[in-house]
T-cell receptor, first 113, second 113 residues
């Protein structure tokens, strides 16, 4: 079966522009996570969706970051007015439910020039 | 506050040798400790995981050793192979850690011929 799919795989944008990153989780997985991986750093939690519950947004670094998950499936991470420090790999993961192993996509590499 | 500390940052091992990566955690409520393996351009993939009710778990050449009293756990890769060259992340999950896996900063392993 298909794994977690993320698009685009690479995105170059100018400072100040908005970007949207997409994640298609594994079918049937109710939990969906966004993480950010900066060069040489670990994975920084951004946001978590579980079924129809309110998302856990505790990891979003600023109000320029937002995410939604439509119909309990596809998720979009939006970064408004991008800054150079937003440059990183954005990883999406899904799991069958809370506490089950996470399955990661290959990420979107975002470069802000 | 970094809740999971990982060392070393990088590691070079000769083929056939033992690779050892260490992690320490602070939150005693953590109750699930996975290790993820990441190849360049790919998302992290679950390698092996342990819960604190056992002190050791072995899967093939990979072993997790867990010391609950010291709040430490480590990954041992026996008979290391060039194909094991990757970045390894430890992680922790549990009450008090929120709805997310908390990751270490990663160890870049290179296995030389």
């Amino acid at each position: 079966g298909a794994g977690v799919s993320q698009s685009p795989s690479n995105k170059v944008t100018e400072k100040g522009k908005d970007v949207e990153l997409r994640c298609d989780p594994i079918s049937g997985h109710t939990a969906l996570y966004w993480y950010r991986q900066s060069l040489g750093q670990g994975l920084e939690f951004l946001i978590y969706f579980q079924g129809n519950s309110a998302p856990d947004k505790s990891g979003l670094p600023s109000d320029r970051f937002s995410a939604e998950r439509t119909g309990g499936s596809v998720s979009t991470l939006t970064i408004q007015r991008t800054q150079q420090e937003d440059s990183a790999v954005y990883l999406c993961a899904s799991s069958k439910d809370r506490g089950s192993p996470l399955h990661f996509g290959n990420g979107t590499r975002l470069t802000v020039t | 506050q970094q809740q999971v500390k990982q060392s070393p940052q990088s590691l070079i091992v000769q083929k056939g040798g033992i690779s050892i990566i260490n992690c320490a955690y602070e939150n005693t409520a953590f109750d699930y400790f996975p290790w993820y393996q990441q190849f360049p351009g790919k998302g992290p993939a679950l390698l092996i995981a342990i819960r604190p009710d056992v002190s050791e778990k072995k899967e093939g050449r990979f072993t997790i050793s867990f010391n609950k009293s010291a709040k430490q756990f480590s990954l041992h890769i026996m008979d290391s192979q060039p194909g094991d060259s990757a970045t390894y992340f430890c992680a922790a999950w549990g009450a008090g850690g929120g709805n997310k896996l908390t990751f270490g900063t990663g160890t870049q392993l290179k296995v030389e011929l």
